[in-house]
């Protein structure tokens, strides 16, 4: 079975081959057998190639359609993942935030815990400080009270041999 453009195609020769009427210039004598013959074949074949047209036509718009779907799905999920990135990226900021201030805190506690320990450790040394020249202002009068003594007892024991009393140079 030919198409309609090999049947058209064959319409035109016959026009081509036609002879021309006397006197007449646009009217022609054809063969009305081999015409119609042309013309029923175009009349089968119509339908069919209309019939192949609208379904190519249907496909087309199928394809075009999931195409367009597809096209919506690619870009919702790019969308989704887009929007899940942004929030990653926020999640991430908020907790870099959260663990410079927990980080900042803790440094300045650190900071305030030495502190505390350095004056805590001045002040004890500071008393310890005190309480040693106390002690030794102590053991000092006692060496002082230690010399009046022996110095007393020399002199009341005049006759007897002189106790050697210590000399404030061995303080």
Aim: with cysteine; charged share 35%.
């Amino acid at each position: 079975m030919k198409s309609i453009e090999e049947l058209l195609s064959e319409l035109d020769g016959v026009l081509d081959r036609a002879k021309s009427v006397p006197f007449s210039q646009d009217k022609c004598i054809v063969d009305s057998e081999e015409l119609g013959r042309i013309v029923e074949d175009i009349r089968i074949n119509l339908p069919q190639e209309i019939h192949h047209a609208k379904a190519i036509v249907s496909e087309r718009t199928t394809i075009v359609a999931e195409a367009n779907k597809e096209a919506q799905d690619i870009i919702n999920k790019a969308q989704e993942r887009a929007r899940a990135l942004v929030n990653q990226e926020a999640i991430y900021k908020e907790a870099k935030e959260k663990a410079d201030k927990l980080r900042a805190a803790a440094e300045e506690q650190a900071n305030e815990i030495l502190r505390g320990t350095f004056v805590y450790s001045d002040n004890i040394l500071l008393q310890t400080e005190d309480a040693v020249n106390q002690n030794l202002e102590t053991v000092r009068q006692a060496r002082r009270n230690l010399r009046e003594a022996a110095k007393e007892k020399a002199a009341s024991a005049k006759g007897s041999r002189p106790a050697a009393a210590p000399s404030e140079d061995e303080e």
